[in-house]
């Protein structure tokens, strides 16, 4: 889940006597889970709150290179190496579905990616964090795409059609990139007692801003409802964030880690798990740009895209000669 | 014929120390490319050599008889002990560059691939089967990409020119030939690398020509990587790198 404080564009949720026969037909059709495609009619915020997020998206799985990339080069065997890079192209993948999902709303990706370099949209504030040891890398793939897939199961049936597919697809590679993460992590927690501390200090580290990741609490979470009545979001962050926490609860405790919470507890009553709410205030100031990592992973961007300037004209402009010398021959 | 094993372990490294190192060079530019397709494309070609390697090394570390795995001969060699031609470990400098040197080692490639399926040597032919198909896509990959960059705009003509200046004379080195070579030969299990320089020259001749670059004139060579003689200083950075957590946390599983 790479979507984080998507502002819904929308003055309120209307009720049915203020929506016009447009509208009507259309909140009938998400109310039936009939999918909305491209050519269909949609209000222009639904489109605009759509294009917010799928781009939100599609920019964490391309920053989402960065802090696996760091460790590429120092992956320890040549298998893990082979993983590793398996999974950060298909993260680079994921990233173009999703650019062409919101190419079918009607928005270029070089339009997406101006907006993200100028700062005017965001990705997720996970990918602001480092890397700092190898059971980092597969704390990523156990945590970071275990939260993804939390939250993208709940997207599969979003009312957006070719959003809805992309995550249908994105999700089966998710799962297997979390499957791998937590088996480097396993090896790492049952490692030497070395191995164990790095395993340790990963889950410390990255517990919190991965239980981030689904966004502020409901009760802060004030854009929600339009997008809720929409199908753009399926499922409300505090609950998306409890599921997650059910289910990774029990498998840091068969790594045989120390909780990174000291309550955590299991809540009978409510058949969940308690635990601390994170500091919000430090989400907040990711989001803002001051996160351990923001400035830098956005320099390596912009320098990418500036860098590549004379590639993408180069190979532009031989295109082009090639495209016009074949309409001289016809 | 049969083959003095210590020959061809030597005939396996170079094989399998190319694509190691190659492959690690490629996986640097990770997240940092002109474009995501090539981001994509990158991450591929390095996933498809460093797959190549486990298969080489592995074979290496079979004929040696040590109990050693691929990854012990990947990560706990010193830099004299790799058999890579130096083309590999340059350093990566701009993407034109980088992609003039993987066409000048997959021209290479495309060429003993098809010699080595036909090896006697049972294992090297179906090493070379599987990696042949990759090196088929990459080898028109990298051509397209020099092609499309060398007769592209002029700032993108004059990269590329440079770039072929600057890595040309590391091409040779591919085409040395020494005892190893000669008894790879003699036993069939692979050609003399300098009988491939026709064929080489004539597939990227063509390449380069339509891409609007010259090719130097100078035929001198740096050599000293496929026999360990002399590596570049880039190398052992390189190593430093990969084996930075196999050498810091030795005897581990990871």
């Not at chain 1, 989001?287 to 190979?315: F, Q, S």
């Not at chain 2, 400098?93 to 049972?122: H, P």
């Not at chain 2, 198909?133 to 990459?138: L, N, Q, T, W």
Request: aromatic residues 8%; negative net charge.
């Amino acid at each position: 889940m790479y979507a984080q404080m998507i502002k819904t564009a929308s003055a309120g949720v209307k009720s049915r006597e203020e929506m016009t026969d447009q509208e009507r037909e259309f909140q009938d059709k998400i109310d039936n889970d009939i999918k909305i495609e491209p050519r269909d009619w949609m209000p222009d915020d639904y489109r605009r709150t759509l294009i917010r997020q799928i781009g939100q998206h599609a920019h964490s799985e391309v920053v989402g290179q960065l802090p696996e990339g760091n460790w590429i080069t120092r992956a320890p065997t040549l298998e893990r190496k082979a993983i590793l890079l398996a999974k950060v192209q298909d993260e680079a993948g994921h990233g173009l579905y999703l650019y062409s999902a919101a190419e079918t709303l009607g928005e270029s990706r070089d339009e997406l990616v101006r907006l993200l370099h100028e700062g005017r949209m965001k990705y997720s504030s996970i990918f602001n964090y480092p890397t700092l040891n190898w059971a980092d890398i597969g704390a990523v793939g156990w945590l970071v795409d275990g939260a993804a897939i939390v939250n993208q199961v709940a997207l599969q049936r979003t009312s957006y059609g070719p959003y809805s597919r992309a995550m249908i697809r994105i999700c089966k590679e998710e799962s297997f990139h979390a499957r791998q993460g937590y088996h480097a992590i396993m090896k790492m927690a049952f490692g030497t007692p070395e191995q164990t501390r790095q395993a340790q200090s990963a889950v410390d580290r990255l517990w919190f801003p991965a239980i981030m990741m689904f966004g502020p609490t409901d009760a802060d979470s004030t854009n929600s409802d339009q997008s809720m009545a929409w199908k753009i979001k399926v499922k409300s962050n505090d609950e998306l964030r409890q599921q997650f926490v059910d289910q990774t609860v029990p498998q840091i405790e068969y790594l045989g880690l120390d909780l990174p919470d000291p309550n955590i507890k299991w809540n009978e009553e409510r058949g969940h798990y308690d635990f601390s709410d994170p500091d919000w205030s430090e989400f907040f100031n990711v989001i803002k740009g001051n996160g351990p990592c923001n400035v830098d992973r956005m320099k390596d961007r912009v320098a990418a895209w500036d860098d590549g300037e004379w590639v993408r004209d180069g190979l532009l402009a031989h295109a082009q000669k090639k495209a016009a010398a074949k309409v001289a021959a016809e | 014929m049969s083959v003095d094993k210590q020959q061809l372990l030597q005939f396996l490294l170079r094989q399998g120390d190319n694509t190691l190192v190659l492959g690690h060079r490629v996986s640097e530019w990770c997240g940092h490319s002109p474009i995501l397709e090539e981001d994509i494309a990158l991450a591929n070609t390095a996933l498809d050599l460093i797959g190549q390697t486990q298969m080489w090394l592995g074979y290496a570390a079979e004929v040696q008889g040590e109990g050693k795995t691929a990854d012990d001969l990947a990560f706990l060699r010193d830099a004299w002990d790799f058999r890579n031609v130096l083309l590999v470990e340059m350093p990566n400098g701009d993407f034109g560059q980088t992609l003039l040197r993987q066409f000048l080692f997959d021209a290479f490639q495309s060429v003993l691939m098809g010699r080595l399926m036909k090896s006697s040597d049972e294992q090297v032919a179906a090493i070379a089967a599987k990696a042949s198909k990759e090196i088929a896509y990459h080898v028109e990959r990298s051509a397209d990409t020099v092609v499309g960059l060398g007769d592209g705009t002029e700032e993108s003509h004059d990269r590329m020119q440079a770039a072929l200046e600057y890595l040309w004379p590391y091409a040779g080195e591919m085409f040395e030939s020494d005892d190893t070579d000669a008894a790879m030969a003699a036993a069939g299990v692979a050609p003399d690398p300098a009988g491939l320089r026709e064929e080489y020259d004539a597939l990227i001749g063509k390449v380069l020509g339509e891409a609007t670059l010259t090719i130097p004139d100078s035929r001198y060579n740096h050599k000293g990587g496929r026999n360990g003689a002399m590596h570049t200083e880039h190398l052992g950075h390189l190593l430093t790198s990969m084996q930075w957590l196999q050498r810091a946390y030795p005897g581990c599983e990871w």
